[in-house]
């Protein structure tokens, strides 16, 4: 069993700035790719950032240059910056984790609200 505890969601004023850890814990195995996803009121989950072991930062268009996804491989800890926030960044985010098995797991997300 893996599990993903999310934290660091909250409100924040436009133009501010969070961060969120996502801990990994069980039986791992090994990271295959470890990213954050949201989710808005009456909208799918979408993709925010990935980051592969060993490959390329995948970031949606909505959030380049304004969040920064990031790996503590020692600790199994996966963070997102973020940045410049907007009110349409309100969402809940999930931490999401694939292995090299291919299995997929997600923690139980957390509230971010950007608003004044």
């Known amino acids: 069993q893996v599990q993903l505890v999310e934290s660091g969601g909250g409100l924040v004023q436009p133009g501010g700035s969070l961060r969120l850890s996502c801990a990994a814990s069980?039986?791992?195995?090994?990271?295959?790719?470890m990213g954050w996803y949201r989710q808005a009121p009456g909208k799918q989950r979408e993709l925010v950032a990935a980051?592969?072991?060993?490959?390329?930062?995948n970031y949606a268009d909505s959030v380049k240059g304004r969040f920064t996804i990031s790996r503590d491989n020692a600790k199994n800890t996966v963070y997102l910056q973020m940045n410049s926030l907007k009110p349409e960044d309100t969402a809940v985010y999930y931490c999401?984790?694939?292995?090299?098995?291919?299995?997929?797991?997600w923690g139980q997300g957390t509230q971010v609200t950007v608003s004044s």
């Open positions: 069980g039986s791992i195995f090994r990271i295959n790719t």
């Open positions: 999401n984790l694939v292995n090299s098995l291919g299995f997929n797991y």
């Open positions: 980051l592969p072991s060993g490959g390329d930062t």
